[in-house]
């Protein structure tokens, strides 16, 4: 168990190099000259010469990409080119709205997708599986921004349950405002998550009912359904973990799309508008965070299964 | 396999059918924009601004009375035209890198493979705006992030595949028989992965879609005076309180499209696997029922 953790914990690593490295060489390579690109058309040659020394770019770039990564292990991830402020600052202040977001989303996604996901294997054959089978292909075809705005025309514009957009300027400090900020943009992003992680629950369900050991189940004289619940459903709950992982980059962009449509001051938002304003420093240190995120929890994900999982230590010394 | 064969059994799945029904429907469009729609596209029209659905607009008019019929099929062709173009950048990107991964030496082989399980994390939609913070953003960055994103996805699922067949008698006795490994590879290995691949190029072009839809919302695909539902769908936003009904018809395009390419590459799937029999027969691996590459 030590030496996988070990050998995957080499492989994170490994990971962010390589998306810190594409991150760099996109950002700060390929553009040419940086600097140019950051003070615009009609700047002076010494105003581009100041931007220069002041990111550090008249060192080697080798220099530049060490300053950085030994900045972002210290946390710092680098100051705004246009508001000054320090990018982590901000990046903790978003995440207040981002990670909420993005555990409600994943909820959301989950209360539907496990329990529809079963339904549809378990009754295959009958109308009514078919129909969450067929339901969920089309739920995963409509693209999230759609959903979003499907479901404030209805709950903001025709029912007035809820608000069409913005987030409360106190923040958490009022949380009942907070919450009910994020319940349409969550339920967006979890409905059209869900209908994509309702398909890999029904395949392993329908994998699960193959196994032995549940056919075993249902042949000493539980029923089908019983066999499925009681020995099926763990080996559901393992590919479930591992689909996780995966959901997770689906709820960043999904956030990021979202958050644009219901104004909410995430990090997502703040990402789009950066691109939008060329920020080329507070870009970069976004996509690390982000990148960085998703490849951790890959990590934490492949370890927990591990963990759970005996079938998957049998070959550990 | 004969090429009828696979086709007939596309058809006889009501997935393909359906898919292939609406693909080709929405590429009929695309070519009937280009000489007829009811308007033009771009023709501004104050005094009918907001119009209804009715016989005159058949899906209504928009803020500044452009005929929303006319935008959907405009729009259709940056469609059409980002699927096909990340689908070629997909096809030549995914399948060096699997070629790479399956067939050069050891070292080579093992980093590509490494690589790409690194790359699939990083989401197409994050690669695009990384490029159009250095460029701006326009279609040719989606059509390309798209293109090399989903590539690294075929080259996940291709490269296994690739060293299964390079494994297999039929290459051996290829080599035996004297054919190049260049040779080789056109003639054994490509037309036995292609099944393959195929289905993941048509599950890529329906990522392509809603990658495009949701770039051109966010303002770094598509620019005014292209037609884009992305586009379309973020100009008819700011009136959704007021005019709610006249954004159900961009999305619903997006939709069907992208529904369109996935029972397509479903059918594609069932019809080319002799393993996979219709009902009760062994499942595939819940990993590659679905891209991992999210839009």
Not at chain 1, 263 to 289: C, F, H, W, Y
Request: glycine content about 10%; cysteine-free; proline content about 5%.
């Amino acid at each position: 168990m030590i030496r996988y953790a070990l050998t995957r914990l080499a492989l994170l690593l490994l990971g962010l190099f390589v998306a810190s490295a594409l991150i760099f060489t996109t950002l700060r390579v390929l553009p040419g000259d940086v600097a140019q690109l950051i003070a615009g058309v009609n700047s002076s040659a010494a105003q581009v010469a100041a931007i220069r020394e002041r990111l550090g770019l008249d060192q080697p770039l080798p220099v530049q990409y060490g300053t950085w990564i030994l900045g972002v292990l210290r946390g710092d991830l680098g100051t705004s080119q246009l508001t000054g402020t320090p990018v982590i600052e901000e990046i903790v202040e978003k995440a207040q709205v981002t990670i909420p977001l993005g555990l409600l989303s994943l909820t959301v996604a989950l209360l539907i997708a496990v329990p529809f996901g079963v339904i549809a294997a378990v009754r295959r054959h009958r109308v009514d599986g078919s129909i969450v089978s067929f339901g969920a292909q089309a739920l995963a075809a409509v693209p999230v921004v759609w959903a979003g705005m499907m479901l404030v025309v209805v709950f903001a514009v025709w029912l007035g349950w809820l608000p069409a957009q913005g987030f409360p300027r106190a923040g958490w400090d009022d949380p009942a405002a907070a919450l009910r900020a994020l319940i349409l943009p969550a339920l967006t992003i979890g409905v059209v998550e869900g209908a994509v992680l309702l398909r890999f629950v029904r395949s392993a369900t329908l994998q699960a009912m193959g196994q032995d050991f549940v056919r075993t189940g249902a042949a000493k004289g539980l029923t089908k359904t019983q066999s499925l619940m009681r020995h099926g459903l763990p080996s559901v709950g393992l590919s479930v973990i591992t689909v996780i992982g995966l959901q997770v980059a689906g709820i960043i962009v999904g956030a990021v799309v979202i958050e644009q449509l219901f104004s909410l001051p995430g990090i997502g938002r703040m990402l789009v508008a950066d691109t939008g304003n060329r920020d080329l420093v507070k870009v970069q240190s976004e996509l690390l965070v982000l990148t960085g995120f998703v490849l951790i929890v890959g990590f934490l994900v492949d370890l927990l299964h591990r963990v759970i999982d005996p079938r998957q230590r049998e070959g550990d010394a | 396999m004969t090429r009828s064969g696979w086709t007939g059994r596309l058809w006889a799945s009501w997935p393909g059918r359906f898919g292939m029904i609406v693909v080709l429907a929405i590429v009929a469009i695309a070519v009937v924009s280009l000489f007829w729609s009811p308007f033009d596209p771009l023709r501004v029209d104050i005094a009918n601004r907001w119009a209804g659905p009715g016989a005159d607009h058949l899906l209504g008019t928009d803020g500044s009375g452009r005929d929303i019929l006319s935008l959907l099929m405009a729009g259709s062709r940056t469609t059409i035209w980002v699927a096909a173009g990340a689908g070629a950048i997909a096809t030549i990107t995914g399948l060096a890198l699997a070629a790479l991964g399956a067939l050069a030496v050891r070292a080579v082989r093992e980093a590509v493979a490494v690589i790409v399980d690194i790359l699939i994390a990083f989401p197409v939609l994050l690669l695009a705006m990384m490029i159009s913070a250095v460029w701006g953003g326009s279609l040719l960055v989606v059509v390309a992030s798209v293109g090399i994103g989903f590539g690294v996805n075929i080259a996940r699922v291709t490269r296994p595949e690739l060293r299964r067949v390079l494994h297999s008698d039929f290459v051996l006795a290829g080599r035996a028989s004297g054919l190049t490994p260049w040779q080789n590879l056109w003639r054994h290995l490509l037309p036995n992965v292609a099944p393959v691949f195929i289905v993941q190029l048509s599950w890529g072009m329906a990522v392509a879609v809603l990658a495009e839809a949701g770039l051109s919302y966010l303002g770094f695909g598509a620019t005014v005076t292209e037609p884009s539902w992305g586009l379309l769908l973020a100009e008819l936003q700011q009136y959704i309180t007021v005019h709610p009904g006249s954004v159900v018809w961009p999305g619903l395009a997006i939709t069907l499209t992208v529904l369109g390419f996935n029972l397509l590459g479903d059918g594609l799937r069932d019809a080319t696997d002799p393993t996979l029999s219709r009902r009760g027969g062994p499942h595939r691996a819940a990993t590659t029922h679905t891209p991992a590459v999210t839009a």
